[in-house]
Every structure is written in C-alpha cells, then in structure tokens.
C-alpha cells in the first residue's frame, strides 16, 4: 500500500533522491500512476504552494519541489494516460502588451503546471487580439494576465475588454497578477480573481477553473 | 563620492498617494526634508501611479517640492510630455529617469533628451525584455551610451541602470551583473551605474541584509549611485563604510561624521 502522504511529505522536505525513490517503489508496488501523481506529487505541491503563501517556503525552495516533481512526472510518464491528471483547466498566461517582465509570471504558470492544469505559456508583451486568439485555439477557461507597471496596468482592462467583445467572456475566467495589481484594481476592471503570488495563484485557478 | 538617489516621492506609496490626493503638501515637504538631511543627493519624483492624473500631480509634487529644496530633482516619468512639462518647473539641471532600448520609449525619448541639460538614467532593458548574460548587459549598456554621446550628452551625465534580477530564481544572477558592471566601467570610466537594488533580493527572507551586502559589491564592481530609501540608515552607513573601504574617504572623515552624528552604527 503506497504512503502518499509520505510521498508529499519527502517532496515538502526537497528530498529528490527520497522522492525518486518513492515514486519508482509505487510503481513496482503496482499503484496506479494517476494516483501516484495525483495524490502523491500534486498534492505535495499543493502544500508547497500553501507554504510559499505563508512565507514558510520560498522560491529557491519552490523551484527545487517543482524540479524534483517533474523528476517524478518523467517516471510516470509512460504509465499515464491523457486524462490522468485530476484537475481538467486549460490556462493561458502571459504578460501584458508593454510589458516585459517574466519572472514572476513564470512563477506562477509554474505552479499551475504542478497543480495539474494544462498551461499555455504565452511570454510577454501580449496584445489583447493575441490572448483572444489564442482562448479560442486552445480552448482555456482560465486567462491569466500580468502586468508589473503601472503604465501597462490599463492593458489588462483592455484584453478583459477585446475579450468581452468576442463573445468569450462566459466562458472564461480571468485572474490578474503582478506587484502593483490590487484586489480593488482587478474588481474594477472585471477580473474574477487576483493573486498577490505564485502559490496562492494556483490554488485559485484550481477552485475556479479546475 | 556615491550618489543616492531618494526614492520615496512615488504616488505608488499609499501615504505619497494620499497626501497628493489631500493636496497635503505639509507631509511632502517633510519627507523630502528628512531624505535631504539622510544624504539624499537626488529626489525622485514618481507621479505615475494615478492612472490619468500623472500631469496633475506631477505638477502639484514639481510646485510643492521646488521652493523648499536645493537638490536637484530625478524626473520619473515614461511620458515625455510629462518630462517636458516637469524640465521647464525646475531650477537646477534635472536628471531623468529614464530612456531604454524599448523602441517606443527610445524613440519618443531621444529627441525630447536633444539639446537639454540633464541627467539620464539608462534602463539595459530592449524589446526582448530584460538582459539574459553580462555580454547582453554591457552590449546593451553601450548601445545606449553610444546614442546618448551622439545627441550630445556627456559620459558623466549617464547612468547606466544594468537591472537588478532575483537571485532567488537563478543563483548567477549576482555575478551576472557585478562582472557587466566592471566590463562598462572599464570600458567608459566616466559613464556612472545606478540602479535599484532590492530586485535581487526577490522571494527571499531577510531582504534588506541581501540588499545591502550586494551594494557593497555592486559598489566595488564600479557601481557609483543607487535609487533607494535614504531613511534607511543601515544602507547608507553600508554606503559610506564601503566608500570608506574603497578608497573614496580620506582619513576616514565622512564615516566618523557619520559615526559620531549616529547615522553610522555597527
């Protein structure tokens, strides 16, 4: 009987060689690798990303999780099928139109891979036509948007806009980050969510998209 | 000498954002006074955070600081409209922050930076975003001193800003910058390096301790000014101790001033 918890505990503590270890004797064991994954590795993650928002962890430590995750993903790998994860959002990130900044964008899209959403990366300095389009090709139901100037702030209401006038609006969410984005902010421009960071910004996109 | 440049007067700081709202000039005109006596040499002012109200408050901020100090002000501004505006409501040669390689800044700076007798602040940021090696930063850091000799201005008017990037996503980013900032400063001795500095202490605990040990390198590696909180007076005894240190401060008269006016503890 695998110990999942003690699988989300060794990935907490950044013990790779621990984690390996455990995954490949699941394995063996004959646990199925959805589980394996899904009780084991995302749920980990899902703690590290609580402690990232308690400032119990911080982002060297959370990139070892995510590096040491994604060890453990590549062995399940073969043994998974396409519908094995259990959260089901489509996501697209990216920042802004104007805007350069990645990193903490990155960050987040990050995160939201190793809570098991699909994440389409779209880089930065993104126009509005551009996130449009890309909602539809990719089918999303999550837009996620940074932005870290106060002059590329306005951009965000402008894809929310480009984004209401094409019919999409219902069905996506819309989540807004970045270090001057505010609560009051992503209220008035329509947003449905804010996150102040990375950990948090996954466990949202999870309730209201996964 | 090193240069600290006052960051403070940034309507993106709630109390700066409400006292220009109340048209409270009284808590302005104390802030500005306290960076004065911390060892500020330059007071940034930063009306952006006012969506639609930047030109207003820049104003209110320009007239509200003017008459109370003799330092020169940092003009913080993207819009060059505004930067007019504000060039022409100061008394002593402003410096500017700032112009990058983005093109719709460059272009809309440069011919706004023609002809005017200032400071520049230059951002080693392009359309690709932000520098990924030290060669990309002293690449990118000449370009601009290149195009800003050629306009007129001189070597001792340009302060790089080479970005600061967190060393909590990717432990060379340290050296990174400290080996581009020996490299531009060997190669234009006169050109100045200015910058934030907390950038580099992004997602990690304990922040002002990394902030003021990397200015300590920053400052060996050739880095002569700094955007800061001057009313943090652990940075600034960092600042004098180390330009003690390198060299700059003979007999070591500015840091027992320091030491002795209590600015300077251990």
Known sequence: MTDFNKIQETLVNLDAEGVIQLVNDAVKEGTPASDILNKGLIAGMDIVGEKMENEDMFIPEVLMAAQTMSQGVEILKPLLGEDDTSAKGSVIIGTVKGDLHDIGKNLVAMMMESAGLTVHNLGVDIAPEEFVKQIKEKNANLLCMSALLTTTMPMMKQTIDAVVESGLRDQIKIMVGGAPVTQGFADDIGADAMAPDAGSAAKKAKAIAG | ?266
């Open chain 2, 1 to 266: 000498m090193f240069e600290v440049i006052g960051e403070r007067i940034n309507t993106s700081r709630k109390k700066v954002q409400a006292a220009v709202e109340e048209k409270n000039a009284e808590y302005i005109i104390d802030d500005v006074k306290k960076q004065q006596e911390a060892g500020a040499n330059f007071i940034d002012v930063n009306a952006g955070a006012r969506i639609g109200h930047e030109k207003e408050d820049m104003e209110w901020l320009l007239n509200t600081i003017g008459p109370i100090t003799s330092m020169p002000l940092c003009l913080d501004s993207p819009d060059p409209a505004i930067l007019e505006m504000a060039y022409e409501m100061v008394e002593q040669a402003p410096m500017i922050n700032s112009i990058s390689l983005e093109k719709d800044r460059f272009d809309t700076m440069m011919p706004f930076l023609k002809g005017k007798d200032c400071k520049i602040i230059a951002l080693c940021m392009d359309d690709k975003g932000m520098p990924v090696s030290s060669d990309d930063i002293i690449e990118r850091a000449q370009k601009l001193i290149n195009e800003l000799e050629a306009v007129g201005m001189k070597q001792d008017d340009i302060y790089i800003d080479p970005l600061v990037q967190p060393i909590s996503t990717d432990s060379t980013k340290g050296i990174m910058v400290l080996d581009a900032v020996r490299q531009i400063k060997k190669q234009n001795p006169q050109v100045h390096i200015t910058g934030g500095l907390s950038n580099i202490s992004y997602g990690l605990p304990e922040r002002k301790i990394i902030n003021r040990t990397f200015l300590t390198l920053m400052m060996d590696a050739g880095m002569d000014s700094a955007i800061i909180d001057p009313l943090d007076s652990k940075i600034m005894a960092a600042i004098k101790t180390t330009d003690m240190l390198l060299g700059s401060d003979n007999f070591c008269m500015e840091y027992l001033k320091g030491v002795r006016s209590n600015m300077i503890k251990s």
